[in-house]
């Protein structure tokens, strides 16, 4: 009996491993080859540097920031574990009554078995299997993780699994969800910070401390409680854990510090790596811009336009959310991504309205203003011209916890947009393409084309000179008329027959006519493209006068030739390219071309610096530096210009209308464009006090000022 008993148990036990056997070739005909994880690349983040080494821009399907084991805190690795897989250090893959009864769940249920798989199997089916819910697939998941085991050591697997796990907003693995939801990098989490990151792979969405902060802060303190009962943890450092707040401090939101800059870097990297290069290998992108000059533009084309629409007084017209039929408690303006700091515009909410005080919600924070704050407007009380549910556009000047403080300001839909290059190199040190990028992608400085006005004749005067004229040689500045054409000066008078130097600086329309006239209007417009402008003109005497349309790049670029003694040097955003690995893969070096003598360069620098000493652009003196430059304003005031130059560094401003309205009566390019110029390089020269000009020691004095002849 006992005999047959055995035999029986021998035959079930041969069948039971035949069985397994059959299953497991099965199943694992099609599995993946497990020695592919020793080459396993995952997708990660392509990173842009500014010329300091600052990290400001990213690319990625995927956000992800690899480490190694040592980059995971011991508190968050044991939080992990203690919520995911208690037993990770001593198992062998799989847990088979958990796993079983797991698969037993997935076949008869909608739902996921809690805690079913271990930490080797959830790594096993995120990077090689589907989320199907089939016996096949869980087989495969379990042969997986048994060949993994096999191959990897506990550390090695953990590292994989942390930068592989999806923890929500688009963000993969524990380093970059630490640095997205906390700011700082996985090894320096604390406590209820790791815990918070363990809990999120269970339900990244629904366990989101930005989407779900209650259901977070729940699931966070059941890791901590996990820890606790571990005994890894003690009891008074889970109840501190416990108390504590959810302690979010986001990063800021990826490629908002530039972002038209990014944009146009993202297209060239795309033109010469393809997308999938650019958007998953983790490329290392070196790039021209300096970071602290692209803050100082940004604030100097936001200060600037503030300045523009308190000139012309309260305008109305605001957009209101309830009128909309939009819920004010739930509405979301998409600049409510970016972080607020004193210096910071951006819209708010109006909540609620007394006469004088006006409460407003930006994001989760509330506003507050008072009469001061809007004084410039005219109005008395703030019942007079707002109302709960407008949307008004603000300047942030302070904060105090929750409550922020700022001013009133307008978006009327005035744009600007500012260009900043290094005169040696070609580096584009700074690009602002308009006022918001979260409004407007469309990039102002290097896709716009505006009529120039009277920073073309620039080109005008160069050709003159290039045939023998000079700054002391008589133009007349009279009455004239080409057929049915009579063009005028700015100001309607006349002032007879006066010098190049004076009819330059002071932007007089008929000198610069005549001068067309004189030295060919073909041979301007060639010098024109000599100088890289790229826009077909047509060849009419107005064009003298700046009715050619033109990128602000193609200007600031064209100008930098002046200082440069008539070389040209193409502007770019990129110096070098490396791999993941640091492999260099591309080097951009500038490229140079020879547009005028510098001999006619140093001549129009004559007249050029004379326009920042005494005529149009004077108010650029009060920098007491060597400057030149042009500005420019078209008929009716739709484009106002300038563009300008240190020694160092060319820069341009443009502010306009995307629809070519008037900006208004006498707002000229001194007036509209020049400040931001001056605001934007009172910054970029403030460490070069002793930079000159070519040939400055014979022609300037002491302060840069032409010794005219």
Not at 69 to 86: C, M, N, T
Not at 119 to 147: P, V, Y
């Given at each position: 009996?006992?005999?047959?008993?055995?035999?029986?148990?021998?035959?079930?036990?041969?069948?039971?491993?035949?069985?397994?056997?059959?299953?497991?070739?099965?199943?694992?005909?099609?599995?993946?080859?497990?020695?592919?994880?020793?080459?396993?690349?995952?997708?990660?983040?392509?990173?842009?540097?500014?010329?300091?080494?600052?990290?400001?821009?990213?690319?990625?399907?995927?956000?992800?920031?690899?480490?190694?084991?040592?980059?995971?805190?011991?508190?968050?690795?044991?939080?992990?574990?203690?919520?995911?897989?208690?037993?990770?250090?001593?198992?062998?893959?799989?847990?088979?009554?958990?796993?079983?009864?797991?698969?037993?769940?997935?076949?008869?249920?909608?739902?996921?078995?809690?805690?079913?798989?271990?930490?080797?199997?959830?790594?096993?089916?995120?990077?090689?299997?589907?989320?199907?819910?089939?016996?096949?697939?869980?087989?495969?998941?379990?042969?997986?993780?048994?060949?993994?085991?096999?191959?990897?050591?506990?550390?090695?697997?953990?590292?994989?699994?942390?930068?592989?796990?999806?923890?929500?907003?688009?963000?993969?693995?524990?380093?970059?969800?630490?640095?997205?939801?906390?700011?700082?990098?996985?090894?320096?989490?604390?406590?209820?910070?790791?815990?918070?990151?363990?809990?999120?792979?269970?339900?990244?969405?629904?366990?989101?401390?930005?989407?779900?902060?209650?259901?977070?802060?729940?699931?966070?303190?059941?890791?901590?409680?996990?820890?606790?009962?571990?005994?890894?943890?003690?009891?008074?450092?889970?109840?501190?854990?416990?108390?504590?707040?959810?302690?979010?401090?986001?990063?800021?939101?990826?490629?908002?510090?530039?972002?038209?800059?990014?944009?146009?870097?993202?297209?060239?990297?795309?033109?010469?790596?393809?997308?999938?290069?650019?958007?998953?290998?983790?490329?290392?992108?070196?790039?021209?811009?300096?970071?602290?000059?692209?803050?100082?533009?940004?604030?100097?084309?936001?200060?600037?336009?503030?300045?523009?629409?308190?000139?012309?007084?309260?305008?109305?017209?605001?957009?209101?959310?309830?009128?909309?039929?939009?819920?004010?408690?739930?509405?979301?303006?998409?600049?409510?991504?970016?972080?607020?700091?004193?210096?910071?515009?951006?819209?708010?909410?109006?909540?609620?309205?007394?006469?004088?005080?006006?409460t407003a919600r930006v994001g989760e924070h509330q506003l507050l203003l008072t009469p001061e704050d809007w004084a410039w407007t005219g109005f008395h009380t703030a019942d007079q011209f707002l109302h709960p549910g407008d949307l008004i556009y603000v300047r942030i000047t302070g904060q105090a916890g929750s409550l922020l403080r700022g001013t009133l300001e307008e978006d009327s839909g005035t744009q600007a947009a500012l260009l900043a290059m290094d005169n040696t190199t070609g580096d584009v040190l700074a690009l602002v393409g308009g006022r918001d990028f979260n409004l407007s992608q469309f990039d102002r400085a290097t896709q716009a084309e505006r009529q120039t006005g009277s920073s073309f004749k620039a080109y005008v005067y160069t050709a003159a000179v290039e045939q023998g004229l000079t700054p002391s040689d008589t133009v007349e500045d009279t009455p004239v008329s080409f057929g049915s054409w009579t063009p005028h000066n700015y100001d309607g008078q006349f002032k007879g027959r006066i010098s190049l130097l004076e009819a330059f600086a002071d932007s007089r329309n008929i000198p610069a006519i005549r001068l067309a006239e004189h030295a060919g209007i073909r041979n301007v417009i060639a010098i024109a493209h000599k100088f890289g402008i790229t826009t077909n003109i047509p060849p009419y005497l107005p064009i003298a006068l700046g009715s050619a349309e033109v990128t602000l790049e193609q200007q600031v670029a064209a100008y930098s030739v002046f200082p440069n003694d008539g070389l040209r040097i193409a502007p770019h955003l990129i110096r070098r390219v490396t791999s993941a690995e640091g492999l260099p893969l591309f080097e951009d070096a500038p490229e140079v071309s020879e547009v005028v003598s510098a001999k006619t360069a140093r001549t129009m620098m004559i007249m050029l610096r004379d326009v920042t000493h005494s005529g149009t652009g004077a108010a650029a003196a009060a920098l007491h530096h060597p400057l030149g430059g042009k500005t420019g304003t078209t008929n009716d005031f739709t484009d106002a210009w300038f563009i300008g130059f240190s020694p160092s560094i060319t820069c341009g401003v443009w502010t306009g209308y995307d629809d070519r309205r008037s900006l208004g009566d006498r707002e000229t390019g001194a007036k509209a464009a020049l400040p931001i110029w001056t605001d934007f390089m009172k910054v970029a020269i403030a460490d070069k006090p002793n930079e000159s000009f070519p040939g400055d020691a014979s022609s300037t004095g002491p302060t840069g000022t032409p010794r005219l002849p």
């Open positions: 009996m006992a005999g047959n008993v055995a035999l029986l148990a021998l035959i079930l036990l041969a069948g039971a491993v035949g069985s397994l056997g059959g299953l497991m070739l099965v199943y694992s005909v099609n599995l993946p080859q497990i020695n592919d994880l020793e080459h396993y690349q995952p997708m990660t983040t392509t990173e842009l540097y500014d010329i300091h080494g600052r990290s400001f821009g990213s690319f990625a399907l995927e956000r992800r920031v690899v480490v190694g084991y040592s980059g995971f805190s011991p508190l968050l690795r044991q939080a992990v574990i203690s919520i995911e897989d208690k037993n990770f250090e001593s198992h062998w893959g799989i847990n088979l009554f958990r796993v079983f009864g797991a698969a037993w769940h997935d076949l008869t249920s909608k739902g996921r078995a809690q805690g079913a798989s271990t930490l080797t199997m959830q790594l096993a089916r995120n990077l090689f299997l589907s989320d199907a819910r089939t016996l096949s697939r869980k087989l495969q998941e379990i042969f997986l993780s048994l060949q993994i085991e096999h191959a990897f050591t506990k550390q090695q697997i953990f590292t994989l699994y942390g930068n592989q796990i999806y923890l929500g907003s688009g963000v993969y693995g524990f380093e970059a969800g630490a640095e997205y939801y906390f700011s700082k990098h996985a090894d320096d989490l604390t406590l209820p910070e790791a815990a918070l990151l363990a809990g999120l792979p269970k339900g990244p969405v629904e366990f989101s401390p930005v989407l779900n902060p209650d259901r977070a802060l729940r699931r966070r303190n059941t890791v901590i409680n996990a820890m606790l009962e571990d005994g890894v943890i003690t009891a008074a450092q889970a109840s501190a854990a416990r108390s504590a707040p959810l302690g979010l401090h986001p990063e800021t939101p990826p490629n908002s510090v530039a972002p038209w800059f990014i944009e146009e870097v993202r297209r060239e990297l795309e033109r010469r790596f393809g997308t999938t290069e650019v958007h998953e290998a983790g490329l290392r992108v070196y790039t021209t811009l300096d970071l602290d000059l692209q803050h100082t533009a940004s604030q100097a084309v936001l200060d600037g336009l503030a300045a523009y629409e308190h000139r012309h007084g309260w305008r109305g017209g605001l957009l209101n959310v309830i009128a909309g039929g939009l819920d004010v408690n739930t509405f979301k303006h998409p600049d409510w991504s970016m972080a607020t700091s004193p210096g910071t515009y951006i819209h708010a909410l109006v909540t609620g309205v007394l006469p004088y005080q006006v």
